[in-house]
């Protein structure tokens, strides 16, 4: 992060000249030369090892590689490059600046394909996870495995109000965040649609006339 007036002047020309940022010697377009990109390449994955700051080198909470000041400092820079990409219309994934697909106000056209494929795997990973915790992959009434045809049921009811307490959050989301609560069950779409209509699933009242 450059702080100085001075500093900052020298950096941005350099930058734009194509030279490196550090030295001012040419790098191929590149902001850091190959000595420069070595020593940084070195210095991170030490500290990496290290379990330090990879910025500073200072002491992390575990499971992080970013000081408590530096995160901000990213999580502030990562902000404002949002804001630039969207005011100018240019795609938001990463460092892509290419121009929005049109009737996409996020992405461009390959990355659109490429965010709606990955969330779609992260939801059903996801799903799968909240199922196998609940019992499995089954439905707790007619044993239908199909997990496209399974869902999250709510054993005492309240269902639909319970969702609109969570607002648009995913309900697998929630279980999870919440640490799996007690009081849902794995049901296919029939059986749970069958229970919050008629109050009771036909499968449950054909299992009571065969006992």
Known sequence: MVKHPKKKIIY???????????????????????????????????????????????VVPNGRSLCIAHSEVSRKRQRQTKVAQRNAGLCR????????????????????VEVRRRTREEQRRLKR?????????????CGESEIQFLSIDH??????????????RSMYAWLKKQGYPDGFQVLCMNCNFAKGSFGQCPHERERGLAA
């Open 12 to 58: 941005e020309a350099r930058r734009a000249s194509g030279l490196c940022t550090r030295c001012g010697q040419p790098s191929n377009g590149q902001s850091l030369c190959d000595l420069h990109r070595d020593s940084c390449v070195c210095r991170y994955a030490t500290r990496k090892a290290a379990r330090t700051c990879t910025k500073c080198g200072a």
């Open 93 to 112: 994934y990463g460092s892509c600046r290419q121009p929005l697909h049109e009737g996409d106000k996020t992405y461009c056209a390959l990355h659109a």
């Open 129 to 141: 996870e909240v199922l196998t915790h609940y019992g499995g992959c089954r439905c707790a009434c």
């Open 155 to 168: 054993i005492h009811g309240g269902g639909t109000q319970h969702r609109k307490q969570i607002g648009r």
